[in-house]
């Protein structure tokens, strides 16, 4: 399978106070074409800054992030926002929307800013209900933002993420806000989707949702200390008692 | 705890406060300066009047008392209504002015020579101090004469006296409390006693001394009509009426106060705003706080002493920047009064003390919100979730905008009382100057034309005589010229003909020669002279003296005339709505007018707007027997083409009439106008510093709100960014969003200026006697002004909203 994401030697330092604090340290691995990743990990470890730094939101200090083949680190800004825009998705914690937009607006919005798919604005419409339809919050299409609940609110950030039909999906703890109900709707959402032949990297603590995925990289102190890939033939309750074991030999 | 709160507080607000903080000091400018400027112009006249002639300032009267003035003294003594008066004599100066270059000044109207030693009045250098004493070959000259010729502090200046020439260093310009108005013709030049006794000893001092008398009264009506006896009295003024002819300076100092009452509004506006937002934006912390227990009204203590400490520093600064704010706006207008109030550093603290209370009180009611925040605010980042009202946006798959476009338009749908406060303080800026352009442009051009006298296509002044047949007028009068010396004269006024019995007859026959020269040069003309005369009438049983207009030459036609019609008939007169007012008559009414001891019944068959003499005057019928021996004072010759030139015709007949009559002093009646309103440079003068105001507030505006609007939408900005929103995209949607506001501002302005010129311009013309007043909205002055506010608000927009790239995609993580 092809690799979609391939990161050699990244670091990411901060300097806070004159203190340097190294929070990734020439961290390596690939990502192929249809995988579900996640990365796990201690508080601190680094999980969200190495996310953020292979999709290119944060700078790296110094390594190569390839996506696609092409040198993300290498790239302008405007080169990043134009990949992000077209070939990346992202899902936060926090289910972030412009305010004084509707649901299906906001969905909408990179949908339209995009001209990967040259889609005219109906079909950019026609695209977006779709994914609301599918994702079963169609009905909340015209609310307001504040008058969905969380789980809603989060389909509808998926549906987002989803509008121009990314090679590559990151999830930033996607279930992180959400109640033990809603988690598992979204999480469901994201391995149909991911059936479908969409990429998924997620950061996450849950094992239940980690145990998803086909693959998991465990990060401890800037270092990705392991990597345990599921058996996919199992039951998800069998896969998660397995993964938590292998956690455990990790310290977790 | 509180102040290490209150610390953290303004380091980590420090954009908001420091913002916060310059409104404050901008606020308490305005405020404190305005409110002293407002009681300045205000008291303006009363104050500069009552420095200038103390008590003696409720009637004047000037009259010409040759060497004595001891019959005017008994006249005065013997009127029970004269409480005390005073008087001042002055040498009328009407021979030939020349400047530091030897050219010939091409003056009008009248100069008065007297000496600080003994005058009564007190005139005032440009420090505002009385000027008790001039230096020998010193001279010191009323402020309006610097401005219309030109003449520098330092100068030399010539005048001639007997034929021999006289000069005098220029000290420095007077401020002059009876004359110093642009709208009189007046000028006062003050020098040094034995200069100016040169004068009163020559051999013409006893055609050419006059009096200026100061009369204490509480019974100004009663001296009105006891003033008849006076012989060679030219004019009898009232204070209001002296105070009405500073209008034109008064507008202008008005138009300062509005503008200081808008930049008042504006400041409030966004104090407001800026208080609100910035409590609405610690509404974590609020949560926070009271998550842990501390009570409402300590969180509010915190916010009061924060905006306490903000409040009176910014009080204090801006206090001691509105005293020279207040002089700068005020400078063209106090260049020839000295104004002030008697209340001095007052007025400035009460402004700035009232900025203070108004601050602390926007707020305690802004902290008021701090009762309806909750814990749950801390945790939900200030959104409850409860929502009773839909947003009013409009939707993006209905609409054919771009994203930026789009987004910019949804804002201000979505909550238009947030950019409420933008769209007021453009608004206002916009209408103000819109307003003030529109002035300016009205006052550039010949609409006040016929408000100041009956006008014409070309007004001729100072014409070379010489190129005309003056013998004729010798033929025709021999006895009365035979010593006049008419044949070698190079001008011949109004006044060289009024000395003679059949002066008039004489001057109408020189109108005649005028307009002879013209036809012979090909162009046919009606040529006149619009002129003022002193009469006494007799009203309602009452006596007054009072002004009378005339056009004295060829014959013209109808007058403006806003109600009635004019007079036809030599017993028809028109009146002034300021007479109607003041002698209570109406059309229909009759009125005695004295023409040399024959009492002519005149009825009133007309009103006329009219300026001159702030409207206190009657015009009567061109065959009206009137004689130069009443002669006050004239336009000047005035021509009228009776063929219908077109403008560019007349321009070109301008120049050539200049060239016939050896005169540069040819005006059309744009130029005219523009000469006789005197208002007009510091009306410009006002537009340009209006303008750099505006700019400046519009500026401290926009990256005030800018800065805020990203600050409170940092979230929204980096979930944009992570979405692949560019940079420029995002700074589209700001500039565009604000580029909207202005555009909106701008066009209710417009749409709203041209009732309010109208209303306001009419309101204070009015004052001057004016009616029917075809105000002119150009359109390059009325887009003007807008597109320089559109192109400036875009322009700190875009640089301001630079600031959003240093917001990343990243942020998303570690939003609050």
Known sequence: MATVLEVKDLCKTYVTDKRQNNVLKNVSFKVDEGEMVAIMGPSASGKSTLLYSVSGMDKATSGTVLFDGKDITAMKKNELADVRLDE????????????????LDNILLPGLQSKKHKRSRKEVVQCGEDLMRKLGIIEAADNDINEVSGGQLQRACICRSLINKPRLLFADEPTGALNRANSNEVMEELTKINREGTTVMMVTHDSKVAAKCTRVLYISDGNIEGEYRSDVTKSDKERERALNNWLMDLGW | MFLKILNKDLKRSKTMNVILFLFIILATVFVASGLNNLTSVLNGMDYFMDLAVGEKGDYFLGVNVGKGDSALREVLDNVDAIKSYDMDKYFGYSDEVRDNDGKKIDWNGAIMIQSPESSYIKLFDSDNNEITSVEKGHIYITQKFFDKFGVKTGDKITLKLENKNREYIIDGPLKDA?????????????????????????????????????????????????????????????????????????????????LSVCLMIVSFVILKFSIGFSIQDDFREIGVMKAIGIRNLKIRTLYLTKYTALAAAGAVIGLIISYPFGKMLLKSVSEGMVLGNSYGNIINIAGAVLVFAVIILLAFLSTGKVKKMTPVDAVRSGETGERFNKKKGIRISRSHAGNTTFLSWNDILSSPRRYLNIIISFGICTLFLLVLANFTTTLDSPVFADQISHSSDVYLDQEDVTVLDIQRIIDRFPDELKDSGIADKKELPVSFFAQFEHGKEMYEMYLDLVEEKLADEGMTAKVYNDMAFTYAIRSNGEEFVYTLYQVVGDRYGDYLITEGSAPQNKNEIAITPTVRETLGLDIGDTIEIDFDGVYEKCIVTGVFPCMNNTGALIRIHDDAPTTLAHYLGCMCTQISFTDDPSQKEIENRKEKIKDIFNTENVRNRTEETVNNMGTLDAMKAAELLFVAITVIVVILVTIMMERSFIAKETKQIAILKATGFRDGDVIKWQVKRFGILAVISVVIAMALSIPVTRLAGDAIFSVMGAAKINWLFSITGMAKYPLILIAVTLLITWITALYTKKINARDTACIE
């Open chain 1, 88 to 103: 990346m998705g992202f899902i936060f914690q926090q289910m972030y929307m412009m305010k004084n937009l509707t649901i």
């Open chain 2, 178 to 258: 009876v004359f110093g108005a642009q709208l009189t013709g007046g000028y006062r030049f003050f020098m040094n006693e034995d200069d100016a006794n040169e004068y009163f000893e020559s051999k013409d001092a006893e055609f050419y001394t006059e009096a200026f008398v100061y009369i204490e009264s509480d019974d100004i009506e009663k001296i009105n009509t006891a003033i008849n006896d006076i012989e060679g009295l030219f004019g009898g003024y009232a204070r209001s009426l002296l105070v009405l002819t500073r209008i034109v300076e008064l507008i202008v100092a008005f138009i300062i106060v509005i």
